[in-house]
């Protein structure tokens, strides 16, 4: 389960209304997301603040009684209610300049402002990871589309490990990556082309299937809103935009953004053979 989706069902799980079968992969996720168990924990301490200072009154005894007794003369009733509403005004009156309602009313200011100030930076990250997933699912699709196909023996290869550096195994320089893109260059007379303004896009082609690997530029990038999954010793980040899944991981101060429309585990495995260890 992804972040968006853990939000989404946020307040059904507070409420303890979500479906019994959705309960415990929330529960996981919120264990494991460091983000969202946050919104969590804020959401329970609005709840709790709220329960601690709006306590349920109920008319007392006597009032009731009195209310009974006096239904038979409309003039006694109406001189009952007077008293009763001056009674009631006096105790608002103290109520409302007493120092718990001072302190309750600072507490829930102090909350709201420190809310709009937690869901703007989280909706801003949100909308971040998205739009950089978003990039990535894009660019993928152009570079497939164009299907040019290279022998791994030209020189193109190399040229584009030379790009992505050392970080990329021999897996790399082994495959017979599809390149594709908006630019083209000639590199020892060998027509390499790029994906996007920013990225190589280096597509492989497996079992029928395409892969695209590019490079995120954006080192603001927050990596850890997506949702992470550890292959051995090393993490991954997965993200998924109109149909395709996109993995993300870190190496050597570089960030990596493997898509395709296969499924979660085998883009996983995949990406772990490109890994440098």
């Given at each position: 389960m992804v972040c968006v989706?853990?939000?989404?069902?946020?307040?059904?799980?507070?409420?303890?209304?979500?479906?019994?079968?959705?309960?415990?992969?929330?529960?996981?996720?919120l264990d494991n997301c460091f983000e969202c168990r946050q919104r969590y924990e804020f959401e329970k301490g609005v709840r709790s603040l709220v329960k601690a200072f709006c306590l349920n009154t109920t008319a007392p005894a006597y009032l009731h009684s009195k209310i009974i007794e006096g239904l038979g003369s409309v003039d006694a009733e109406i001189s009952e209610?007077?008293?009763?509403?001056?009674?009631?005004?006096?105790?608002?009156?103290?109520?409302?300049?007493?120092p718990r309602f001072y302190a309750v009313a600072a507490s829930i200011l102090l909350l709201i402002a420190g809310g709009v100030f937690y869901y703007a930076n989280y909706y801003n990250y949100n909308n971040d990871f998205i739009s950089i997933v978003d990039n990535a699912v894009k660019n993928?699709?152009?570079?497939?589309?164009?299907?040019?196909?290279?022998?791994?023996k030209t020189s193109v290869v190399s040229n584009?490990?030379?790009?992505?550096?050392?970080?990329?195994?021999?897996?790399?320089?082994?495959?017979?990556?599809?390149?594709?893109?908006?630019?083209?260059?000639?590199?020892?007379?060998?027509p390499v082309k790029l994906c996007g303004t920013s990225s190589p896009c280096v597509v492989f082609d497996k079992g029928g299937n395409k892969l695209s690997l590019q490079i995120i530029r954006n080192s603001s990038f927050p990596i850890r809103n997506l949702e992470r999954v550890k292959l051995g010793p090393k993490e991954f980040y997965i993200g998924n935009r109109r149909g395709f899944n996109s993995v993300v991981w870190e190496?050597?101060?570089?960030?990596?953004?493997l898509t395709s429309d296969i499924n979660k585990n085998e883009i996983l495995r995949f990406a772990a053979t490109l890994t440098s260890r």
């Open positions: 989706e853990a939000i989404k069902y946020l307040y059904e799980f507070l409420d303890k209304e979500i479906d019994k079968s959705q309960y415990p992969i929330i529960k996981e996720h209610n007077k008293d009763i509403q001056a009674i009631s005004e006096q105790k608002v009156t103290r109520a409302v300049f007493s993928h699709v152009v570079a497939v589309n164009d299907n040019l196909v290279f022998n791994e584009v490990n030379k790009y992505f550096g050392n970080n990329i195994n021999n897996t790399l320089r082994n495959s017979s990556p599809l390149l594709n893109a908006e630019q083209i260059r000639i590199v020892g007379g060998v190496e050597d101060g570089s960030t990596y953004c």
